[in-house]
């Protein structure tokens, strides 16, 4: 069985890290961002919502305990997003370290995740993911997301 448990102040330092590595290694695969200053876009978006760390304003972050081993596997962080006169829940980031994966503790969380949602009061979970992370995109259609928008791209060879 696994809890989400409330970060420490220590802890959070490894979990910013964490996601801001994991964001910017995203933003490279998409094509978003340049290797050089990845690092640098990834804490820039995400400095907004981070802006007081633990007690930044309508944000929870969690570490993902697995009981039986008496081991945290992962992160989750989400937050209420006020916008255009509606509340969601925006699920920021889901993330189990590489020796945990493929176990169920994502699909655990997420349903852990719904529970939470439910008790503040709202009806819907949003989340943003990268068009490459196949294992994502089909953990979350197995949860039953669904697209509510895309940006899609085409490469152009030049012409020679």
């Not at 992370?133 to 791209?153: D, F, H, I, P």
Request: hydrophobic fraction near 40%; charged fraction near 20%.
């Amino acid at each position: 069985m696994i809890q989400l448990t409330p970060m420490t102040e220590e802890e959070y330092d490894a979990f910013y890290e964490f996601v801001i590595l994991d964001y910017a290694d995203g933003l490279i695969r998409a094509g978003n961002a340049h290797p050089d200053v990845a690092v640098q876009v990834s804490q820039r978006q995400c400095q907004p919502v981070l802006s007081d760390r633990l007690a930044s304003p309508m944000q929870s972050f969690f570490l993902i305990h697995d009981d039986a081993l008496d081991e945290k596997v992962g992160y989750l962080w989400w937050g209420i997003r006020e916008q255009h006169g509606t509340r969601t829940a925006m699920l920021y980031f889901i993330g189990i370290f590489e020796p945990y994966r493929r176990r169920g503790y994502a699909t655990q969380a997420l349903r852990l995740l719904e529970g939470q949602v439910t008790e503040a009061g709202l009806d819907e979970i949003r989340l943003y993911v990268f068009g490459h992370n196949a294992r994502a995109w089909s953990l979350y259609e197995k949860m039953g997301y669904t697209v509510v928008s895309a940006t899609m791209a085409k490469r152009i060879e030049p012409s020679i």
